[in-house]
């Protein structure tokens, strides 16, 4: 039976039970992080701990969206729908917008009204009774 590795922080049991255990790293890894961002060298560690490298830790430390996030084109249809829509803002057709009425509903309604005008379209919000539609 190999001995247990220390418990990290010195928790033997935390509150479900489970003991915090430090997983094995790269010690140069993590110490060069922390040089080349000027990072705290526990948080160097960490990094490398969670598998981040000096060649993916510019995009952990500084991430944007964009570089996250699926192309919108994957999705079923999608191009059809925007295109769609695009002939009805240069038509000027009313582009209905179906909401929902809770907080994210109603805001993604709001947002989706504000683009669509300033893209000269018309709109209509429609958001259900909560009572009567569920």
């Known amino acids: 039976m190999t001995p ?3 418990a990290f922080l010195g928790v033997e049991k935390s509150l479900r039970g489970n003991r915090w255990e430090l997983p094995e790293i790269d010690d140069r890894t993590g ?7 000027g990072l705290p060298e526990i948080v160097g560690r960490l990094m490398a701990a969670r598998g981040i490298d000096v060649d993916n830790a510019e995009d952990f430390l500084n991430p944007v969206l964009k570089h996250h996030l699926p ?19 240069q038509g000027g057709e009313v582009i209905g917008i179906f909401g929902d ?9 709001a947002l989706l009204q504000r683009f669509f005008n300033a893209a000269g379209a ?12 569920g």
């Open 101 to 109: 009425y809770d907080v994210d509903g109603a805001t993604s309604s």
């Open 4 to 6: 247990l590795a220390p």
């Open 31 to 37: 110490l060069a992080l922390a040089q080349r961002y």
């Open 122 to 133: 018309r709109t209509e919000i429609y958001i259900p009774d909560r009572m009567r539609e």
């Open 71 to 89: 192309d919108p084109s994957h999705l079923n249809d999608m191009n059809v729908a925007a295109e769609r829509l695009a002939a009805a803002v």
